[in-house]
């Protein structure tokens, strides 16, 4: 099989020349805009971990997500920030004991099933493999390694995504803007171009939304922005005006702030449904959980603090969420996820011998 590495075909058996014997781990975050590799070294199997953490190398390479470049795209993607890693930490695969691959696009176990078999081609039977949405790395960042509580992910798109202690596991949104990721940094910004467009032809309120974005744009009318707007309506390039849109709430606008608020409570919803099923606050709706935070739509840095709203709006039903906005990024999370699988799995082969 033809492997590639910056974009020429590469014998992935000829790896890096001088390489330790060292065993090591990897945890893989893929996304739609990039995707982060982590070489971490395996370390004594006990519940308080180094600080810092122990990371050999870190390797970063496009997008992997294969709803948006197609598998062959994304397997060379995957494939390309692996061996980067590796070879930047001094090791290569005969060394790795277990990888947590966690990507967006994973959205089903035919999706699992799919990665698992072509991880197989690559790695030694010995090798523990895990292959999960890219979520579930956002929230053992979190939780550091560990599957429990819920994860709520609001950067350009949303999900929810949650595990109970004995491996339940519940999800909600994340289906993409079409099918209604409200809440989500386009939800937001796509929301905003409409009150503009609205505005402008007489069916909806004035707002400042109207000046500031036409500026923020480098445009001169409303009708330019239909233009705009359709001459790349990518995702991200979309959610880029969220910022905007939290200025003109801060300045006072009313359609502005209407357009928060109702991102709020979507994203309030969708933790909540993932809670509700889950069970994960217990029976009086009191029990602890743990609450992971993650993406630029949920970071403190305004006055109109999204993610203090969307706490706020879980605790008056959930007194018990416990909030954690992760010290470390998700693709260490996947690197303690694979850490901590292993180990399990260790134990569990060592009870039956």
Known sequence: MKRYRNGEIWDFEHEVAV?????????????????????????PFSDALPD????????????????????????????????????????????VRAVCLAVSGVNHPTDQQRILTWLRDIFPTQVKLYVQNDAVAALASGTMGKLHGCVLIAGTGTIAYGFTEDGREARAAGAGPVLGDWGSGYGIAALALTAVIRAHDGRGPHTMLTSTILQTLGLSSADELIGWTYADPSWARIAALVPVVVSC??????????????AVQELALSVKAVVQRLGLCGADRKNSFSLVMVGGVLEANQRWDIGREVMDFISKDYPGA????????????????????????????????
Do not use: W
């Open 322 to 353: 416990h909030p954690i906005r992760p010290k470390v990024e998700p693709a260490v999370g996947a690197a303690l996820l694979a850490l901590n699988e292993f180990m399990k799995e260790c134990v569990q082969e060592a009870y039956r011998r």
């Open 19 to 43: 390489a330790t014997n060292r065993p090591v781990f990897l945890g893989l975050d893929g996304g739609t805009t990039s995707t982060v590799c982590i070489c971490m070294p395996i370390m």
């Open 249 to 262: 709430a801060e300045a006072g606008d009313e359609v502005a702030n209407k357009i928060l608020k109702e």
């Open 52 to 95: 810092p953490l122990p990371v050999l190398a870190r390797a970063v390479a496009g997008c992997s997500n294969h709803n948006s470049v197609g598998e062959t795209a994304a397997r060379e993607t995957l494939e390309q920030v692996m061996a980067d890693a590796l070879s930047k930490s001094g090791s290569n695969r005969s060394a």
